[in-house]
């Protein structure tokens, strides 16, 4: 007599794919595009280390886990609690055996912080010269920065020598490269290294909340913006997410910057445009957005039609193209309004070089040395700096005695 067999098919989460072919296995098939077992409206996270463990809950993204049921949830490679590579002893347990653990009793906490050392450690505990640059780039880690305006993102003392350091209105950018040079820039954020000090008091346009975002821009026009450099022109106050930058990824949101749109600001995985890379603008909702283009119609002045996100005042919800001139005054016609732009009457060339002072300019303004320095602030644009922490922004080779 045949005997007859019956297979199981498994599908946890009842969306009629089985979960063999699933690719979403924990969530339903909305049947609203291609069958494989996920929402259409679904983004699916990266795993860099094919590790099963997706990177934004992976605390080492470019590590495998090594699945010894011992954390294996966290995506790190480690070895069971008091024993290490070989049977070596490691008391915390963290993977690092205790020959080479700094910290044998304490287990790293691997967050991006020195995460080879064994120790615990925070975004706040790594500057033992307690300067406020962290020594995994501060250059003098034992000696702190003397913030004299020269160099003071390296984390090492200096001095300026006065005689070559010209600055009249005494805001920290030399008179040869200060676009103003007799009024100090106001370092609110924007547009800190023109010298500038931005908004003009007299301005026409109305800034409830003062900060140098017109409240016809401004997406939250009572709460000012912090400007940390995260979506820093909707005007409104936002933290900065914990992604971590990589060489082909500068704002380390898993998109490569040749393909993101927005290749400083890290894209807001909320379901809306997920793939372009940019952070939208919060917060986004279907109900109050007829045109459906991201931008509220609060502050869309083409509510009814989309914005082509052309990176030409993409803010404005409006299609436009670079030589757009609407209601807002735009003596130049280059698509920066006369109150930003500190070149009203003379269009912005668009060259890929300080396209947002809406000044022109030319590559023969670019790095002829390339050593790093423009050749407008550059004093040897034809010979390249040496770089060895002696007058290293003149642009000029240089040997220390």
């Not at 653990?101 to 505990?125: K, V």
């Not at 409006?318 to 735009?330: G, I, L």
């Not at 670019?366 to 320095?373: E, F, L, M, N």
Request: a negative charge; proline letters at 8%.
């Amino acid at each position: 007599m045949p005997i007859n067999y019956t297979f199981a098919t498994v599908d946890l989460d009842n969306d009629g794919v089985e979960d063999v072919v699933d690719a979403c296995p924990n969530l339903q098939e909305d049947y609203e595009g291609t069958i494989d077992g996920c929402p259409s409206n679904f983004v699916p996270w990266y795993d860099e280390d094919y590790d099963g463990i997706e990177d934004h809950i992976d605390q080492c993204p470019n590590l495998k886990e090594n699945y010894n049921r011992f954390q294996d949830a966290d995506g790190c490679p480690d070895t069971v609690p008091g024993t290490g590579e070989g049977g070596l002893p490691d008391s915390d347990g963290d993977g690092f055996v205790d020959t080479v653990d700094l910290c044998p009793t304490q287990p790293e906490t691997f967050n991006g912080i020195l995460d080879r050392d064994g120790c615990p450690d925070s975004f706040g505990s790594g500057d033992r010269d307690q300067d406020g640059v962290l020594d995994y780039v501060d250059e003098c880690p034992l000696s702190a920065e003397t913030y004299n305006k020269f160099q003071d993102r390296d984390g090492c003392p200096d001095t300026v020598d006065d005689s070559s350091f010209v600055d009249t209105d005494n805001d920290g950018i030399q008179d040869k490269i200060d676009l103003c040079p007799t009024e100090p820039e106001v370092y609110n954020g924007y547009l800190d290294l023109d010298g500038c000090p931005d908004i003009s008091l007299d301005s026409e346009f109305t800034d409830t909340d003062g900060d140098g975002i017109a409240d016809p821009f401004d997406i939250c026009p009572n709460d000012p913006e912090n400007f940390n450099r995260f979506a820093d022109y909707d005007g409104c106050p936002d933290s900065i997410p914990s992604f971590v930058g990589t060489l082909n990824d500068a704002d380390g949101d898993r998109i490569m910057d040749v393909d993101d749109a927005c290749p400083l600001e890290p894209e807001r995985y909320n379901s809306f445009q997920d793939e372009d890379g940019c952070p939208d603008i919060p917060p986004y909702s279907s109900d109050n957005d007829s045109d459906l283009d991201g931008i509220p119609n609060s502050v869309d002045q083409c509510p009814t039609v989309k914005e082509t996100y052309n990176k030409f005042q993409d803010e404005d919800g409006c299609p436009d193209y670079v030589a757009d001139n609407k209601s807002t005054a735009d003596s130049d016609g280059d698509g920066i309004i006369d109150y930003m732009d500190l070149c009203p009457t003379q269009p912005e060339t668009f060259n890929g070089f300080l396209d947002r002072d809406g000044c022109p300019d030319s590559f023969g303004s670019g790095d002829r040395d390339r050593d790093g320095i423009l050749d407008y602030v550059d004093e040897c644009p034809t010979a390249k700096e040496t770089y060895n922490r002696y007058q290293d922004e003149d642009g000029c080779p240089d040997t220390v005695s």
